[in-house]
């Protein structure tokens, strides 16, 4: 079963913006962190940001100041909104829920959304 469904991807000009979506199930929302990892061509796959249930949001330090995680509760939604987009934001984006703090793997994995970042 899908347990993360993401939207919001798309094609955008240099210095636009976009705002990805990850929907959840009411128990995978109250895991640990949410947040999306992206992965661009010919590069590995990075941890953009993460929105644990405690404590500070995390941002990559290429996208603090540009990138905000926020969460509708109600909807069991995560958002991802991007600003400022450049074309080394162009990649797959990935939601993911991860179940505890402990060292691991995310227990779940949105489908991927593709970003496209051009002029």
């Known amino acids: 079963q899908v347990q993360l469904v993401e939207s919001g991807g798309g094609w955008v000009q240099i210095g636009g913006s976009l705002r990805l979506s990850c929907a959840a199930s009411?128990?995978?929302?109250?895991?640990?962190?949410m947040g999306w990892y992206r992965q661009a061509p010919g590069k590995q796959r990075e941890l953009v940001a993460g929105?644990?249930?405690?404590?500070?949001?995390y941002y990559a330090d290429s996208v603090r100041g540009r990138f905000t995680l926020s969460r509708d509760t109600a909807k069991n939604t995560i958002f991802l909104q991007m600003n400022s987009l450049n074309v080394e934001d162009t990649a797959v984006y990935y939601c993911f829920a991860k179940r505890t703090i402990e060292a691991g793997p995310p227990d779940y994995w949105g489908q991927g959304t593709q970003v496209t970042v051009s002029s």
């Open positions: 009411r128990t995978v929302f109250n895991f640990n962190t």
């Open positions: 929105f644990p249930l405690t404590g500070s949001r």
